[in-house]
């Protein structure tokens, strides 16, 4: 992917917006409010309506509000409500003094209710949720009126009120809108608007039994608000009718306009709560911060910075139209801002020792590295080189193929900032049969890593010190998913039959050069040749380093063997 094949595309509801101001309605003024359900942790997904609503508010000098829409207190948690504030913090943007909460309109939402009742516009139903289904008919067959559709206002005022004071059990009964059960948008079919849901809330406590749906309450919010432009995505669309029918019914002064664009469906994961819930809960992953997991709170586990991801969302635009976004523009996005700022190191994370023997031994010598080719203002550091050092195994072929001009016996090659070095034995377990060693020569002329008399080498290793370097774990993140699309699973198969059972490596006995001993908690580097790592928040301390990849470089080599095995299958 080069830089050609990124832009920005147009974004629609800039449009809108401007010819709502040009036209002065709303009173020239933009509002707009973030409104997830504290249900789960936000993912990547989110991210595009956060940066899509705080965005705009900031571009067009209106306001965004950060609300919750906690009206299902079975499923939400205090946990949730926090993570999500630490979300939107990271990823750059502030809610102010607009914090909100559907729960804090209960009062009002309900008065709206009893409004609706009075004005012969809602009724109390006692179908159950399986009848209410049957009667609401199909797409191609209108519905049935409920049989409890013509009670009096009178029954529907006392039916309410008993429901509101615990005298009924779940299900028992709900409000519903009496609107047109033949519509031919079945989101008008008389909709609920309360349910009876005996569970404590995590702000109200047991004050409610009763609470309102999603399409009642988030209009209403939103008018209360004085919100002007209610962004929210495609799946909604259908529900704007409604959105409408709700606020033209109780006839409110502030009526917003709901405006849908495009969810992000992203390759090769899953930005379904609910099925995420069921990843962490069925312990195919860690957690929610599981640096596999889309989540926010993981891909800055990763070390996923918040400028990528508000690239990330501004490069994939703002459509009308549902689509897949390429998991490698992401990772395109996230190598372009690292390879800017992220300091430069050697790692090995497969060592196989090597002994330069006709180097000195118990001598140590300190050469200059670069910190980052892309920014000289970081300067350099020092590296440590003795005698006995530790290279990648991959980095050696006994018996080299074609186009491999990485060290191989007989064969000269670079090592970084130091010397040219000759593999001249091999050293082997007798029983085995495997690599332990290599005996190598190195020519004191070339330091720096040229040589004097001109010749060249085809390939530059990075290596470490063995005497100096410091032990780590490091994980290799894969993508979670075999398939492009696990949601469209065929054969009977689901979603989880796709998981990568191979999308987390753990290796145990890396090698570090010295320099990043002791390295901080969420910081990121480059390891040189190999890719992108941050050490972890949680589990990585200063005596035990744990590296977490966040992604990796473009290995010419690896396209090569990759290339040669589908050839193979062929």
Same mark, same amino acid.
């Given at each position: 992917m080069t830089k050609t094949d990124i832009t920005v595309p147009p974004n629609f509801i800039r449009h809108i917006i401007e010819e709502d101001i040009k036209s002065n309605k709303h009173g020239g003024k933009v509002a707009t409010r973030f409104p997830p359900e504290p249900n789960g942790y936000l993912h990547i997904g989110h991210a595009k309506s956060i940066c899509l609503n705080f965005g705009?508010?900031?571009?067009?000098?209106?306001?965004?509000?950060?609300?919750?829409?906690?009206?299902?207190?079975?499923?939400?948690?205090?946990?949730?409500?926090? $993570?999500?504030?630490?979300?939107?913090?990271?990823?750059?943007?502030?809610?102010?003094?607009?914090?909100?909460? =559907?729960?804090?309109?209960?009062?009002?939402?309900f008065d709206y209710a009893v409004q609706l009742?009075?004005?012969?516009?809602?009724?109390?139903?006692?179908?159950?949720?399986?009848?209410?289904?049957?009667?609401?008919?199909?797409?191609?067959?209108?519905?049935?009126?409920?049989?409890?559709?013509?009670?009096?206002?009178?029954?529907?005022?006392?039916?309410?009120?008993?429901?509101?004071?615990?005298?009924?059990?779940?299900g028992s009964h709900v409000l519903r809108a009496k609107i047109d059960m033949a519509a031919p948008n079945m989101v008008m079919r008389d909709p609920t608007l309360f349910r009876i849901r005996k569970v404590p809330h995590h702000r109200t406590g047991d004050k409610w039994c009763i609470y309102p749906m999603y399409d009642f309450t988030h209009c209403l919010s939103d008018s209360i608000e004085n919100i002007t432009h209610s962004l929210c995505t495609l799946e909604f669309e259908n529900n704007r009718q409604l959105y409408d029918w709700v606020?033209? =019914?109780?006839?409110?002064?502030?009526?917003?306009?709901?405006?849908?664009?495009?969810?992000?469906?992203?390759?090769?994961?899953?930005? $379904?709560?609910r099925?995420?819930?069921?990843?962490?809960?069925?312990?195919?992953?860690?957690?929610?911060?599981?640096?596999?997991?889309?989540?926010?709170?993981?891909?800055r586990r990763r070390g996923y910075t918040?400028?990528?991801?508000?690239?990330?969302?501004?490069?994939?635009?703002?459509?009308?139209?549902?689509?897949?976004?390429?998991? =490698?523009?992401?990772?395109?996005?996230?190598?372009?801002?690292?390879?800017?700022?992220?300091?430069?190191v050697m790692a090995v994370l497969?060592?196989?020792?090597?002994?330069?023997?006709?180097?000195?031994?118990?001598?140590?010598?300190?050469?200059?590295?670069?910190?980052?080719?892309?920014?000289?203002?970081?300067?350099?550091?020092?590296?440590?080189?003795?005698?006995?050092?530790?290279?990648?195994?991959?980095?050696?072929?006994?018996?080299?193929?074609?186009?491999?001009?990485?060290?191989?016996?007989?064969?000269?090659?670079?090592l970084r900032y130091a010397y040219f070095i000759k593999c001249v034995d091999v050293i082997k377990d007798e029983q085995t049969g495997e690599i332990v060693e290599l005996h190598c020569t190195y020519d004191p002329a070339t330091r720096g890593g040229a040589a004097p008399d001109g010749r060249k080498v085809k390939a530059t290793l990075h290596w470490v010190s063995a005497e100096h370097?410091?032990?780590?774990?490091?994980?290799?993140?894969?993508?979670?998913?075999?398939?492009?699309?696990?949601?469209?699973?065929?054969?009977?198969?689901?979603?989880?039959?796709?998981?990568?059972?191979?999308?987390?490596?753990?290796l145990r006995d890396c090698r570090l050069e010295p320099s990043l001993a002791g390295a901080a908690p969420g910081s990121c580097y480059q390891f040189e040749r190999v890719g992108y790592f941050c050490v972890d928040t949680f589990d990585s301390t200063d005596e035990s380093l744990v590296f977490n990849r966040t992604v990796t470089l473009r290995d010419t080599w690896a396209k090569i063997q990759k290339a040669r095995q589908q050839q193979k299958k062929k």
């Open positions: 705009l508010a900031a571009e067009y000098k209106g306001t965004c509000n950060l609300r919750f829409d906690d009206t299902n207190p079975a499923k939400e948690e205090v946990e949730y409500v926090e $993570s999500i504030k630490e979300d939107v913090r990271w990823l750059g943007f502030d809610w102010d003094d607009r914090l909100f909460y =559907a729960s804090d309109y209960f009062d009002q939402l009742i009075k004005d012969g516009k809602a009724y109390v139903c006692s179908l159950s949720a399986d009848e209410i289904r049957e009667y609401r008919g199909t797409l191609t067959e209108a519905g049935r009126d409920s049989p409890y559709h013509t009670r009096s206002v009178e029954e529907n005022l006392d039916l309410f009120q008993r429901m509101r004071a615990g005298e009924f059990a779940d606020l033209d =019914a109780l006839n409110v002064d502030c009526h917003p306009q709901q405006i849908e664009f495009a969810r992000l469906n992203l390759s090769y994961t899953v930005l $379904s709560k099925r995420l819930v069921q990843l962490v809960d069925e312990g195919h992953v860690s957690g929610w911060d599981d640096p596999r997991m889309p989540t926010l709170s993981g891909l918040p400028e990528a991801i508000r690239g990330f969302c501004e490069r994939i635009g703002v459509a009308r139209r549902d689509s897949v976004v390429d998991m =490698a523009l992401l990772e395109y996005i996230i190598r372009e801002d690292l390879n800017k700022w992220a300091a430069r497969r060592p196989l020792r090597v002994v330069i023997v006709n180097y000195p031994e118990n001598q140590t010598e300190e050469l200059e590295a670069i910190n980052n080719p892309e920014d000289p203002g970081m300067g350099t550091r020092s590296v440590p080189f003795s005698r006995v050092l530790y290279i990648e195994q991959e980095d050696f072929r006994e018996d080299p193929p074609k186009k491999f001009f990485r060290l191989a016996p007989g064969r000269e090659v670079r370097a410091i032990n780590a774990q490091v994980r290799l993140y894969d993508n979670l998913f075999t398939v492009p699309n696990p949601t469209e699973a065929k054969d009977g198969r689901k979603f989880k039959d796709y998981i990568n059972t191979n999308s987390l490596e753990t």
